[in-house]
Each structure stands twice: as structure tokens, then as C-alpha cells.
């Protein structure tokens, strides 16, 4: 069957367009994106006043041209988008590839392409590529259970992308993969055993990596993390300056623009992934919690666009988007006041970052995508 | 969550509710991730917000910059030109400003400034107000002891050491190294992280050529302070990188000898070496002491040096571009040489004056210099025959020789700002001035008149290609670059016949006998470029000093075996050989009597 044959713009005709209003979890992706990415932008632009360079102009840019992906892949039929997922797929890996090769050195990693003088990173590009072919792939089994292959297969095509970056080396953003391949799996069905095999591969090879393939930094990290109190003032420094950061902002914070510990410069990459320090300081608990709630927003009404979605491939796209964006937000949000190591993974639509604002704003896209999507007929589709 | 009726249908193979099951499992697993999170907020802000206040408050952990030291730059024979010196500024903190008014008038008493002056540089000091910001910079070290002793009743003030560059040689270097300027917007957005607001960075000059190389890489410390902001021990340290030190090919003492001779005439001196390109002199007059920048300039004194007469910030040596006037008559001959417009016997008839194109030229000798071969005319400089070559060459032929001995375009040097100049040509005029060139515009080029232009570098650049056998060095002021040699297609027999005539200039009753040493063969030739055009002859040295001609000297020496040329042009000084040839002879003398000395 030819690629092209089924629109990949569904048709007036389609029940979904006309005459049917958004639905609330719809709407609610929709409103808690953008103000979360309005948030950021403000958080940005209080983080880098001291910084000298514009940040907030870009990351405007940035939003703008997310709200405009959001809306092309809230469009597009998402079967027709996971039948180019092998396509989307290969040009990630090049992508990746060639910043390998050619890319210039950002922070001590290889990540960071120049486009059109605004910065983006072929990883986040990989990442959508990445859950896109697996869902392609799991989406196609019918069984209760995968089978030990379906695994094995699962996790190369996560493999690959996430072995390219981890060279660059830049191991945040590798590990983000994980979730997603865990997501994915675990809720197409995975025996015990599978996990237990898994688990004990996942260990032995990340212990490989973390005496032999790790960067003397990264490892400090990870020593820091498992106890702070060892070197409080070299790589725990960080973790200790962004902890008294959230901790002074107390219930109500000290006020836009006002946060002492962000504005001093105690805090390294806080207008990226050291955002939301900026927002507990400067907005306080109340903040926290309100940044917190539209997150909580976001996911449930993710959740609940999974759990009614019309087939299994859209089901195990939600799934998987779904984690991804998750686990961004868990990891980042407790790397902040140090409940996980520090590294480099960006909160979802509050950092600085081209490419990943459109990652999630394409994210937010595809699900919605996925929910208009839920009573067409199957014969249609196909 | 109900489904109810709005559920999909069911579809065999798809196992639909197993996985709504287990996605809900996941969901649930992840709320309760969540949940920690908002807990762990809650803990940190709410619970335990007071000690993190106080922590905040105190938050004793400081991280400094430590400026890494610019990196020295030296002359050829490491005689050091710019070095850094501890400079004393002093930082006023806002937050602990109790009684801005108490503050200020004690910080006048011991400034000796009106306190007015400091209120105006308190409210226009940028940044954030949570850092110490600069108040006052350059204080003598009586001024860092009476606020140092004053800490306690003043704690708003400290006294931070910075580094300031000391250019030894003041307005003698100036235009070669350039000076420091705050960093802007737009360099902070071009260097992408690797400057800050608030870092100088090189600004003309080699300072902005090689900024990189020199700037090196700050370090940072963290260091533990006391409740007033003063450091009590350092915990962690990254080393600052210091700037590379940078070895010119620049002669301090040629240099030196070029600044007082020309003294308070406009003018530039350029002496490089025509076997390598290097710059062993560079020197544009008027200058400007480039110390008064580094102390930093207010907007007065700035002002005054962009108004001063002759315009002191620009390097004449490679942004002005004048008439080469006679100087241009050695890329004529070659060029008729070349093409066969003319032998070393062609000979002419100067009678002092013809006309060309219903126009009278005049020889620049009244009387004529009766029959002159090429080498004759060179000698003394003959216009009639140099008119005569140049019309029967025509201007497209001039420029493109014009163009091989590296007029008409940028020699390369590493300076930034360096102009082209002009080589005319029918193509030129075409394009340019939408107008045909007119064939009496010719006789005017073939004297180095006309629309031509010349920097005094591409003057060098040429005089060296003529001394080095007919090679176009780059030239440049580093010491240790691999030399370049681009070698111009032409007959090394053509070359002679110049070299023989160029020895005469000096040393056989030629307009460059000024400058003839007695132990070294000279070689070279003066040029007088018209200012304005004059109709009689008349003794330049009469007209108002603006309308006198601008005097050139280019030469190079020894004249059989090349080590240095030097080309010397003074603004408005009358005739090459009264003013420019004797200026040139200085430079060789210490050249040369260095040279000896050292045996070299």
C-alpha cells in the first residue's frame, strides 16, 4: 500500500471536523500548553536578565512556532503519521548521526545544531521519531502478551538513537528514552520474567557504563546525588545552591524578578533546566503548586484521551507521548530539589530550548489528534 | 471514568481492555510519583522554609569570576609593548546603601569628586542591584586605604583589584594594538556564552585581531564569605586560563625613531621586511594615547578625540587612500616594459610642457629635461615621459599592472578596517561614475594623478614586490607566520632596468639624494601628490598648509640585496624629497646600525 494513499488530512466529510465541539480534554491540552509555555517565557526572561543575552524573544519565537506544529499534528490523521514513522525514524538517526560527526561542542556535548541562529537539538526530533516507529511496530501485534522478540525489537529501535547520544555524550538526554520504551511495553503486556530479565541487562549495563563510559563529571554527579554531604561545595554545589533557591521561596516567593539566589548567579542553567528553581524562588510555593496543577491537567487529560482512544495504535501513541512527557516532568521537577542526580533534562514547555518546545508541542498535537479521531470508522481510516 | 455508551466498538486482537487496564496501572504509578514531588515542594517551601531563608540569607557560598590575564604582547626582540597592571575599583553595594546621602559624600571627600559627579554614576550603573556595582575606577592606593579603613562605618563599599592594560609606548603603538572597549549586545550574542556583560574586549588594532588568543578563559571560585560580603576562605577553585602572549614582527626602536621624527606632522611610516612581509614599522600620525581608554573615557573626552583635528583614532596606513603622485611612475615603466610600449632607449623630447587632448601638461621642471631615456626619467622623475608611455599603454593596461604590484586592493595585513583604495580603469568609470573614461584622464593616472588611490601598506606592498625580484608578500605584524609569496609573471630584466633607475633616485643626482647613507646603498623614489591643481609652477611650500601637496618617500635598501623597505608619507609636506626622504634615512640608519651591532 502506497504511503500516500489514505489523506493524511482527514476529510470535511469526517464526522470529527464539523459541527462537533472540542472535547474537554481537549480543550484543556490546548489552554494548559500555552500557559505553561507563557509561564516559562516569563520564568526565561527573569532567569537570563543578568545574562545579557535575549532569551525571551527567541523562546517567543519558539512558543509560536510550537502552537503552529500543535495544530498541523492535531490535523493529521495519526495512522498516516505512523506509517511515515520508519521514514521519520531514519532521519532522526542520521540526524543524530551527523551531530556526532559535526557537530560543535555545547557545555562539554556534541548536541547543539545552529538553525537559523536559534539553536535546536536533532535528539528531541529522534525522541517523536522514536516513540512514533514503536508504536507503528507494537501497534501491528495482536497478542495479549508480547513475546520475547517483540521486546528484543522494542528495544533497538530504542536502542540505536539512544546509544548515538549517549556518545556525544549526553546522557540526560539518552536516558530519557527509557520511559518511553518502558511506557510503551509495559502497556502492550510484558511477562514478569521479561522484566526481570530486562531489569538485570539494564543494571549490568549501566553499571558498565558508569565505570567505564562515563565522563569523570558525570560520575561526580551521580556520586554527589547518592550523597550530598560528601562533596557539599563541588558537584553537590549545584543541587545545594537550587534547593535553598525553592526552599527561601517560601509559601508566596519573593516576587517576580526578585529571587536572590537565581538573580546572584548561584544558579548554573537556570533559564534551561534549571527553570523551575526560578519559579519556586521567585513565586513561591503557590506557584509550584499552580505550574504543578496545569501539568497535572495536561497528563490526566492525556490519560483520559488513552484510555477512550479508538484503536490500539492511538492507544499506544497516547501511551507513549504520554510518558515521555512525564517523565520529563518528574525527573525535572525532582532533579530541582534534588530527589533525582542532576542532568541535562529540560522541563516540559518552561525551558529555553527550540526543539523540544516543539517536541512537546507536537506531543500535545498528536493527542489531540488521537481524541478527534476517536469515533471515525475504521473502514474509513484505512 | 465512565466510557458508557460513548465507548468504541470492540475489535478482536486488539486486547482493548487489558490495555486500558494496564494503562491506568501506569497512570496511577506515575500520579504517585507525582504526589512525591508536590510533597517534596511542600516540604522545602512550606515546612522547612525558614531554614532555607536563613540559608538564603546567609547563603555564605559565593561564585566569583577570576579574570584571567590578557596576554602580553611584545616586539620582535621581546621588548614588551602592552602589559597588565593592578588597577583598584570601587563597588558600591545597594543593598546594604543605608544612607545613600552619608555614603556618597564620604566616598566625594575621598575621590576628591564633586559628590554630584557620583550620584550621576550611582543612578546610570547598570546590572543587577543584588551585585556590588562599579563606582569609580583607577583609585590610587591612599584612596583603597582610607575605604578599606572605613569598612566598618561603610560597608556598602569594597575595593575590588582588576587588571588594567598599560601600553607602554602610549600613542607611539596605538594604531598596531588598538585598545579594550566594553563588550555590546551584539558581541555578547556572537559569542554565544563565552563573554559576559561587563568584559572589555580588543577593540581596532591587533587587540581586536587576536582578542581570542589573548583573552584566554576566566576561571571561577567559590568562596565562603562573611555576613558583609567579605571573603573569608575559598572552597573551590577553576583555575583562570591565561591569554597567549603575542610575539610581533613590529622593531620598537623603528618605530620609535618613525614617531619622532614625524612628530606632529600627519603622516605614516611603514618599514617591512620584502623577503617575508613583516611589518617592522607602522605608524600613523596623529595617534592618540590608547591608556586613557583603558582608564576609560567619558563621553567629553571621547568626544574631543573624534572632533580632534586630522582625525587621530584612524590608521592612515591602511583606512586613508591618497594619490601616489611619482611613486606610481615605477608601475608604469614596468608596465611598458612589459608590453613592449617602450625599451630601456626609448627616448623622449621633454621641453617642460605639451599638450594632450587640446590640454598643456607641464613637466614638473620648468625648463624641460631635453632627451630622456626610461632610466633618465625615472631619475629625475620626468612627467613628458611618463606621459607618453602612459598614453600609449592606455589606463586598462596601467591598472591591470597596477593591480599586480597589489594596488587597488587589500594586502591582507591582520588589522582590521583595511581599505582597497581605487585603481581606475574604462571598466571602472563604466560602472562607477556611468560615464566613459576620458583618454586625458590617462596623462593625469600615468603621473599618479587622477582618480587613483593608494594606502601607504599597498605603497610598501609594492616597493617590496619591486625589491624582492617580483613577489607580493601579505604582510603582517605577528612574528612567525609562514611567509607568503605570490610571485607577479614578469621579466626579472624588466626589474633591472627599475632597480638601476631607483639607485639613481638616491644616489646620482636624483630627488632622492636626502636620503643616501654614506656605508649602504639606498634606493627608492619621492613622489609629490597634488592636493589641488595648480597651472603655473609654483613652490608648494608657498600655498596655505591645506593645499600643499602630500610628500611620499618609497624605498628599500640594501639596494642589491633587500632586507628592509621603508615608505614614508607626510600630509600636506610639500615636495617627497624635502620632507618624506630625509625621514625614510633615519630609519635606515637605525635599521641598519642595529643590525650591525647585533650581526645580523
Known sequence: MSVLSASPVARASDSWSVGRRLSGAIRSLILTSIVLAVSGAAAIHSASAEIGVAYLPRQAVWVLLGIVVMAVSALLDYHFVLRLAVWLYAVGVVAVTLILIFGHEAGGARSWVGVAGLGGQPSDFAKLATVLLLTHFLGGVRLEMLELRHVAVSALIVGVPVGLIALQPDLGGAAMFGPILIGIVFVAGVRARLVVGGAAIVLLLGGALFFFGMKDYQRERILSFVSPQHDPLGAGYQIRQSKIAVGSGAVLGKGYMQGTQSQLRFLPARHTDFVFAVVAEESGFLGVAFILGLYGVWMASGLRIALRARDRQGLLLAAGLLSAIAAHVLYNTGMVIGLVPVTGIPLPFLSYGGSFTLFCFAATGLLIGIDRRRYVNRARAR | MTLGSLAPPKRSGEFREVLVARLKAAGALCATAYAIVVVGYWYHQVVRAEHYRQLAENNRLREREIQAPRGLVEDRRGRLLVENVPSYSLLIDRNQ????????????????????????????????????????????????????????????????????????????????????????????????????????????????????????RDGSQVVVVDSRGRRIEQVRRVGALPGQRLRLSLDLELQQVAAEELADRAGVVVALDPRSGAVRALLSSPSFDPNRFARGLDSREWQELVEAP???????????????????????????????????????????????????????????????????????????????????????????????????????????????????????????????????????????????????????????????????????????????????????????????????????????????????ELAGKTGTAQVIEQRTWTDSDTLPFEHRDHAWFASYGPADEPELVVVVFVEHGGLGSRSAAPLARKIYERAFRVARRQGV
Open chain 2, 97 to 216: 546603601l543605608r544612607d545613600r546621602g552619608a555614603s556618597l559624600a564620604f566616598a566625594a571627600s575621598v575621590l576628591g569628586r564633586p559628590r554630584a559627579d557620583l550620584e550621576v554614576r550611582l543612578a546610570s550603573a547598570g546590572g543587577s542591584r543584588f551585585e556590588p556595582a562599579v563606582l569609580m575606577e583607577d583609585l590610587d592606593l591612599e584612596q583603597v586605604a582610607r575605604f578599606e579603613a572605613a569598612a566598618w562605618e561603610h560597608p556598602e563599599f569594597s575595593v575590588e583589584v582588576t587588571q588594567r592594560r598599560l601600553y607602554r609606548h602610549g600613542a607611539q603603538t596605538a594604531h598596531v594594538l588598538g585598545y579594550l572597549g566594553q563588550v555590546t549586545q551584539a558581541d555578547l550574542e556572537r559569542a554565544a556564552g563565552a563573554l559576559r556583560s561587563g568584559d572589555l574586549v580588543g577593540r581596532n588594532g591587533l587587540e581586536e585581531q587576536y582578542d581570542q588568543r589573548l583573552r584566554g
Open chain 2, 310 to 520: 586630522h582625525d587621530p583614532l584612524q590608521n592612515r596606513a591602511i583606512y586613508n587612500a591618497y594619490s601616489p603622485g611619482s611613486v606610481f611612475k615605477i608601475v608604469v615603466a614596468m608596465a611598458a616594459l612589459e608590453r613592449g610600449v617602450a625599451t630601456p632607449d626609448t627616448s623622449v623630447w621633454c621641453a617642460g610642457q605639451k599638450r594632450y587632448w587640446e590640454r598643456p601638461r607641464r613637466c614638473w621642471k620648468r625648463v624641460g629635461h631635453g632627451r630622456v631615456d626610461l632610466h633618465e626619467a625615472l631619475q629625475f622623475s620626468c612627467d613628458i615621459y611618463f606621459y607618453e608611455i602612459g598614453q600609449a599603454l592606455g589606463v586598462d593596461a596601467i591598472a591591470e599592472w597596477a593591480r599586480r604590484f597589489g594596488l587597488g586592493q587589500t594586502s591582507g595585513i591582520d588589522l582590521s578596517g583595511e581599505r582597497a583604495g581605487l585603481v581606475p580603469s574604462s571598466e571602472w568609470s563604466q560602472r562607477a561614475r556611468r560615464s566613459p573614461w576620458y583618454p586625458g584622464e590617462t596623462i593625469s593616472v600615468s603621473i599618479g594623478q587622477g582618480p587613483l588611490l593608494v594606502t601607504p601598506l599597498q605603497v610598501a606592498v609594492m616597493m617590496a614586490a619591486v625589491a624582492n625580484g617580483g613577489y607580493l608578500v601579505t604582510p603582517h605584524l605577528i612574528e612567525h607566520t609562514e611567509p607568503e609569496l605570490r610571485p607577479i609573471e614578469l621579466d626579472r630584466g624588466h626589474l633591472r632596468v627599475v632597480h638601476e633607475a631607483l639607485k639613481a633616485v638616491v644616489n646620482d643626482r636624483g630627488s632622492g639624494q636626502n636620503a643616501a647613507l654614506p656605508t649602504i
